[in-house]
């Protein structure tokens, strides 16, 4: 189930549209009934879940290392300069011992973080058009030197079969339900107390899901400390606008749906370093100097009034869960 929590409402003014509603609450990911099929338009530079495999199931008596794992993103292609930064991809492994067979399972863009963050601007459609699902991926074997050589690779907990078996089932209900990408976390400062507007929907928080699910079912896990990337935008209380039907149908705020569209603009792929730089000023201009940001949150449109210090990568220790007597998800 999903929900977000109305705790006040009031009307305000913002620039370029009519008087539209605001929400002070905390946004949490929607879940959905189904996941729909993506469309022909978005493409993937890099093909999703290549070796992809069906989860096996395991023997209920068979014993079950849990690994963490964690590499800077884009290390195949950039080696370890994302991670100069600490922005880190996660996944979890497993291994069998019966079989001796390793498993490798994360979460990620079906076509890639660019397309994940902002949408395509296409010619003869009014609205934002968005490529942005992100999905399980499971496959056999773990490549030990992706993630050891500047990365990790840890032993966090120990199951069985049937505790992995009962975590399967859990996968594929929060696969087909929570379908959407969502780069951003969203907080009113950095304070760590800080009201948190809208939360990210990315592989950490889909590792860090699992972790609480296999706790739930009475996983142990060792003392070992587990760092997660965040990338933070700061706002003051965002404001509704509406979806896509209401802000770019027939009968939508024509004033709005440029603004939203005239604010992507500059976010799109560059094909020479000119235009990256014209841009990147284009977006100083509109997030820093005039503090405006456009979010799109469970297929609906917020407003951010942008506020120092903008935006913060952070690199921060989420620890290892305790069971709970109610589980996650199924």
């Avoid at 605001?22 to 879940?31: E, F, I, M, T, V």
């Avoid at 399980?136 to 074997?141: D, I, K, L, V």
């Avoid at 899901?209 to 760092?227: E, I, M, P, S, W």
Wanted: charged content about 20%.
């Amino acid at each position: 189930s999903w929900g977000i929590c109305l705790t006040q409402w009031h009307l305000t003014q913002v620039p370029g549209s009519v008087l539209i509603i605001p929400c002070a609450s905390l946004s949490q990911c929607r879940r959905f009934d189904y996941r729909p099929k993506t469309d022909p338009y978005c493409q993937a530079r890099y093909t999703f879940c290549p070796t992809g495999s069906a989860v096996p199931v395991m023997k209920e008596e068979d014993v079950i290392e849990v690994y963490r794992l964690q590499a800077p993103v884009w290390e195949f292609k950039y080696g370890d300069l994302l991670g100069h930064l600490k922005i880190m991809h996660d996944a979890v492994g497993f291994r069998s011992a019966l079989t001796g067979k390793n498993y490798t399972m994360e979460w990620y863009e079906l076509f890639q973080l660019g397309n994940c963050t902002f949408p395509h601007l296409r010619p003869g459609m009014d609205a934002p058009f968005w490529c942005n699902q992100g999905a399980a991926c499971f496959y056999e074997g773990i490549d030990d030197a992706h993630w050891k050589e500047n990365g990790t690779l840890v032993l966090v907990t120990t199951i069985s079969g049937a505790m992995f078996n009962e975590m399967a089932k859990w996968v594929k209900y929060d696969n087909e339900t929570g379908i959407y990408y969502e780069t951003w976390t969203v907080q009113a400062s950095p304070d760590k107390k800080s009201t948190v507007w809208f939360d990210s929907y990315e592989c950490s928080k889909f590792i860090l899901r699992t972790y609480q699910k296999l706790a739930d079912l009475g996983a142990v896990f060792n003392k070992v400390q587990t760092n997660y990337t965040s990338i933070i935008l700061f706002s003051g209380e965002p404001i509704y606008l509406g979806n896509e039907t209401s802000i770019f149908g027939p009968q939508g705020n024509k004033t709005l749906a440029a603004a939203i569209r005239d604010f992507y603009y500059p976010f799109k792929p560059h094909k020479t370093v000119r235009e990256f730089f014209v841009d990147l000023l284009k977006i100083i201009d509109r997030v820093i100097l005039n503090h405006e940001f456009y979010l799109f949150y469970n297929l609906e449109y917020w407003f951010l009034p942008m506020k120092f210090p903008y935006l913060k990568i952070i690199y921060e220790e989420v620890p290892l869960p305790v069971g709970s007597k109610t589980s996650v998800g199924v």
